[in-house]
Nanobody, 112 residues
Framework: QVQLVESGGGLAQPGGSLRLSCTPS????????IGWFRQAPGKEREAVSC????????YYLDSVKGRFTISRDNAKNVAYLQMSSLKSEDTAVYYC?????WGQGTQVTVSS
């Protein structure tokens, strides 16, 4: 079965950090762009960041630029989203996606 599994979510204080991981099952991440998305309660899902498989070029949502870093380790078959200087407005369920495959999501809560 082809699926993506996110991990690393949890509770963080404002200003803190978390690292999310995205691990595929049944396929490898090498060949396509990987994206991270999030959905906060009552809001639409939005694209947070993505990284190309071709040249490693990246995209970031304006509100996370300079705080979040996306990366991929093809040898380990995993993608990451390093989140620093977290804010309460980063609270959401975070999903990774490749092509049409979505993960189940991992909850990130930023609160003191």
């Amino acid at each position: 079965q082809v699926q993506l599994v996110e991990s690393g979510g949890g509770l963080a204080q404002p200003g803190g950090s978390l690292r999310l991981s995205c691990t595929p099952s049944g396929f490898t991440l090498d060949y396509y762009t990987i994206g991270w998305f999030r959905q906060a309660p009552g809001k639409e899902r939005e694209a947070v960041s993505c990284i190309s498989n071709n040249d490693g070029s990246t995209y970031y949502l304006d509100s996370v630029k300079g705080r979040f870093t996306i990366s991929r380790d093809n040898a380990k078959n995993v993608a990451y989203l390093q989140m620093s200087s977290l804010k309460s407005e980063d609270t959401a369920v975070y999903y990774c996606k490749q092509r049409t495959t979505w993960g189940q999501g991992t909850q990130v809560t930023v609160s003191s």
